[in-house]
């Protein structure tokens, strides 16, 4: 498993590259997450333009094990969705940290990043 270090990690396995000054930021799923959930078949993100509140859910993976919710690691407005993942939802599982990228967010709160885990706190999480 691999775990970039320029990122932050939610206890619910979503990984956070803070962006712009941290006015912004991309969020997606980990190694380990997308290596649990299996083959991913679909996903389903909520639309660009919807506010969510830290650790509710913005959308859902389907995998060919489960359907699992994926959780906004901070408040924050939707601006972008990943296009993509429509036609490509394995993206997920080839490049979690590149191309299968789920959102691009406003960040409502910075304060927020200080409950988010580094790189090293994730992978002794994970084990």
Avoid: C
Avoid at 7 to 14: D, G
Avoid at 63 to 91: C, F, Q, W
């Amino acid at each position: 498993m691999k775990y970039p270090a320029d990122l932050l990690y939610t206890k619910n396995h979503e990984w956070i590259r803070i962006e712009d000054d941290g006015a912004a930021a991309t969020v997606g799923v980990t190694d380990f997450a997308q290596d649990e959930l299996g083959d991913v078949v679909f996903v389903e993100l909520q639309p660009p333009g919807s506010e969510v509140a830290r650790d509710e859910p913005f959308g859902a993976v389907e995998a060919v094990k489960t359907v699992s919710d994926v959780y906004m690691p901070l408040s924050g407005r939707i601006l972008e969705i990943n296009e993509d993942l429509e036609a490509h939802p394995d993206y997920v599982n080839t490049d979690p940290y590149g191309q299968g990228w789920m959102i691009r967010i406003a960040l409502a709160d910075g304060a927020e990043t200080g409950e988010l885990l580094s790189a090293n706190d994730y992978e002794r999480m994970t084990g």
